[in-house]
């Protein structure tokens, strides 16, 4: 199954260290353009940022316009 991810329940499942129940529960997880523009603000939490920085395989970020 694949699932669209939202900022707020990203953001905090990586500040709650439980991030990778996307992954266990749905497999992929598609990131718009949108919400990692978000996750990666200025305000965004560190953590978030760094989270995003490893590169999961099962996180797709959408194409870039």
Do not use: C, F
Not at 21 to 37: D, F, I, N, S
């Amino acid at each position: 199954m694949i699932v669209v991810a939202d900022t707020s329940p990203l953001n905090y499942l990586v500040l709650i260290d439980q991030a990778k129940l996307l992954h266990q529960l749905y497999g992929e997880v598609v990131l718009p353009r949108a919400v990692h523009t978000e996750l990666t603000a200025k305000n965004t939490p560190e953590k978030v940022k760094a989270w995003l920085d490893e590169g999961h395989r099962w996180l797709q970020r959408t194409a870039r316009r």
